[in-house]
T-cell receptor
Framework: AQSVTQLDSQVPVFEEAPVELRCNYS??????LFWYVQYPNQGLQLLLK??????LVKGINGFEAEFNKSQTSFHLRKPSVHISDTAEYFC?????????????FGTGTQLKVEL | DTGVSQNPRHKITKRGQNVTFRCDPI?????LYWYRQTLGQGPEFLTY????????KSRLLSDRFSAERPKGSFSTLEIQRTEQGDSAMYLC???????????????FGPGTRLTVT
């Protein structure tokens, strides 16, 4: 079984400041990792994913994440945030094999960008 | 590509009533997933289909819940004898799973918000 921990339930940040949203996972098997964003009253949109290769992954809207296997972490970063980045962000994992690629999500981090 | 659609977007029902939700996936996608999201939580897996076969059900899916995907296209999720604890956002997602495995990106619909009074 897998579990995902998002340590911060809310992260307030000023516009144009950098931000890091933390994600740690636990799994007895190798996993793929994802970050999703959810705007109010909308479904989830994929920001980025780590499948293999370079541990630094770039996604949409200027976000990037770094996979650290030894620390079982997959933190999300953006060097300069915009008001429009205000949303809920979810980290998720799925095992390499088996389980039909069902996703296990963390509890989410609410990013609030202020002027 | 019109994306994943879900209907209705909102449903208010009284405790004990039955409700049914519909999900229309992206047309060429062979996998379809249902998740449930309660306030302040991340989505939790309920069940998934590959084509018309229901391959896995979470223990969260009690006997009051049933899902179908009769022709491998749209899917329905029915909840019988609804309880207040069923109030949640029900999300549907679809993906294209290749024959060689690997991970297909899941595309999510906007969800159906159920309120049981």
């Amino acid at each position: 079984a897998q579990s995902v921990t998002q340590l911060d339930s809310q992260v307030p940040v000023f516009e144009e400041a950098p931000v890091e949203l933390r994600c740690n996972y636990s799994s007895s098997v190798s996993v793929y990792l994802f970050w999703y964003v959810q705007y109010p009253n909308q479904g989830l949109q994929l920001l980025l994913k780590y499948l293999s290769g370079s541990t630094l992954v770039k996604g949409i809207n200027g976000f990037e994440a770094e996979f650290n296997k030894s620390q079982t972490s997959f933190h999300l970063r953006k060097p300069s945030v915009h008001i429009s980045d205000t949303a809920e962000y979810f980290c998720a994992v799925t095992p390499f094999t088996g389980g039909g690629n069902k996703l296990t999500f963390g509890t989410g981090t609410q990013l609030k960008v202020e002027l | 590509d019109t994306g994943v659609s879900q209907n209705p977007r909102h449903k208010i029902t009284k405790r004990g009533q039955n409700v049914t939700f519909r999900c229309d996936p992206i047309s060429e996608h062979n996998r379809l997933y249902w998740y449930r999201q309660t306030l302040g939580q991340g989505p939790e897996f309920l069940t998934y289909f590959q084509n018309e076969a229901q391959l896995e059900k979470s223990r969260l899916l009690s006997d009051r819940f049933s899902a179908e995907r009769p022709k491998g296209s749209f899917s329905t999720l029915e909840i019988q004898r609804t309880e207040q604890g069923d109030s949640a956002m029900y999300l549907c997602a679809s993906s294209l799973a290749g024959r060689r495995g690997g991970v297909g990106e899941q595309y999510f619909g906007p969800g159906t918000r159920l309120t049981v009074t």
